[in-house]
Nanobody, 127 residues
Framework: QVQLVESGGGLVQAGNSLRLSCAAS????????MGWFRQAPGKEREFVAA????????EYADSVKGRFGISRDNAKNTVNLQMNSLKPEDTAVYYC????????????????????WGQGTLVTVSS
């Protein structure tokens, strides 16, 4: 089992940047593919970005491609989400997630692939 704790959320003006971090504890961090999802008020939780266990491959939602970057540090048990050129529509609670299944170089985009979730961190982008 793994425990996930997100940090780095807050209020930011449109066009600015924010960096989210997720600290993992428990089983070997490198055993998990990691992902970020977000949920805006009144909307379904949606995929944002994912990174494979090996960190070699990443996937992004079309809405964030070119603006967001996901990375992981297996030595520090952390996964980060660098968010640039933020827009008001990026406002949401952002969740870190871990998937225990899958191939070494495969990132997961489906919510159902993830076994563990953090409590979320709120990102608010003002116009």
């Amino acid at each position: 089992q793994v425990q996930l704790v997100e940090s780095g959320g807050g209020l930011v003006q449109a066009g600015n940047s924010l960096r989210l971090s997720c600290a993992a504890s428990g089983r070997t961090f490198s055993s998990y593919a990691m992902g970020w999802f977000r949920q805006a008020p009144g909307k379904e939780r949606e995929f944002v970005a994912a990174i494979s266990r090996s960190a070699l491959n990443t996937e992004y939602a079309d809405s964030v491609k070119g603006r967001f970057g996901i990375s992981r540090d297996n030595a520090k048990n952390t996964v980060n989400l660098q968010m640039n050129s933020l827009k008001p529509e990026d406002t949401a609670v952002y969740y870190c997630a871990a998937a225990s299944t899958g191939l070494l170089n495969t990132p997961h985009v489906r919510r159902a692939a993830y076994d563990y979730w953090g409590q979320g961190t709120l990102v608010t982008v003002s116009s």
